[in-house]
């Protein structure tokens, strides 16, 4: 979406050129932009010279979210393009995600990542750097080394920049492209009827107990359908998913019950799952037989 706007010289000012400017900029309510400006008078032989001198401000100075106005004189920082900014960590925790298919933490993860973007307000080029190195990064973990699974991070990155009007759209575009490589990963890559992957839904839900999961919910972060899931809870555990989370819910109160004698029990109720303390110990009853509180109290007792 560019445009170049060439003046006669004698039919505008440099003032009335950078009027121009500031009106462009505050009628453009449907998201950012980014004008770079010359006052320079110039030949007509000498305008590709010209305009290839304004893009390459704009390359340096044009911003994901933030509308601005630079002059063409503007004292430009070098960057550092092909030195990506992204610490090797940060790079290889993502990596390690995608490899064990925790995708929620990895979603987790990018959105930390763009958070500091938000506040640190990198030039479009630099950012767009970094986001092409981790979503390679990603591919090539997803589809590990096939080039028919590969698809053109590039041109989807390209048209995410060409939508996103700020960084929380971008983010959304850009989780977009991760869940669609995942989804393809899943139905051509991954086999999911074996005792491995069940384990890693199991780990998933004892690792994030205190959060509020349903059948859907974990078929959404496994990219699997909610009467597959049924099905495995049945073939390996012989219970349903309700059943089996409910029970892995109860135990691990035991648990705390048992080591945090003091812990009150509206807090065990919330660190299991249960925003409800109520309805937390009316459940606690009908598996373990006694209500929490009273269950505290015989393990006192023995």
Not at 121 to 127: E, R
Not at 152 to 177: K, Q, R, S, T
Not at 269 to 296: C, H, M, N, T, W
Request: charged share 25%.
């Amino acid at each position: 979406m560019e445009s170049i706007c060439i003046c006669a010289d004698d039919s505008v000012t440099k003032q009335e050129l950078e009027l121009y400017a500031k009106s462009a900029l505050i009628k453009n309510t449907s998201g950012y932009s980014t004008i770079v400006i010359t006052s320079k008078s110039f030949t007509l032989f000498d305008s590709k010279k010209i305009i290839s001198n304004l893009y390459h401000v704009l390359n340096n100075v044009i911003t994901v979210g933030v509308s601005n106005i630079v002059k063409d004189d503007t004292e430009l920082k070098p960057l550092a393009l092909g030195k990506t900014k992204l610490k090797n960590e940060v790079l290889g925790k993502i990596n390690l995600l995608v490899l064990n298919g925790r995708f929620d933490e990895l979603k987790n993860e990018l959105k930390r990542l763009f958070d500091k973007w938000e506040e640190e307000k990198p030039v479009q080029l630099s950012l767009e750097n970094d986001l092409k190195q981790i979503l390679g990064s990603i591919q090539r973990h997803i589809v590990n080394g096939k080039e028919e699974d590969e698809h053109d991070i590039g041109a989807l990155l390209d048209e995410a920049l060409y939508n996103a009007n700020n960084l929380n759209e971008l983010f959304g575009y850009v989780w977009g492209i991760v869940r669609d490589l995942a989804k393809d990963a899943v139905k051509k890559n991954i086999k999911i009827n074996t005792p491995s992957f069940f384990e890693s839904i199991k780990d998933y839900l004892k690792e994030n107990l205190s959060e509020q999961h349903s059948l859907q919910s974990v078929c959404e972060n496994f990219y699997i359908s909610q009467t597959y899931l049924s099905k495995l809870f049945r073939k390996y555990e012989k219970l349903s998913f309700n059943e089996f989370h409910t029970r892995l819910r109860i135990g691990e109160s035991k648990r705390l019950i048992v080591q945090n004698p003091q812990m009150p029990i509206k807090d065990v109720a919330a660190l299991v799952g249960y925003g409800d303390q109520f309805y937390f110990s009316r459940v606690f009853k009908e598996i373990v037989g006694v209500p929490p509180s009273e269950y505290r109290s015989e393990d006192s007792l023995t």
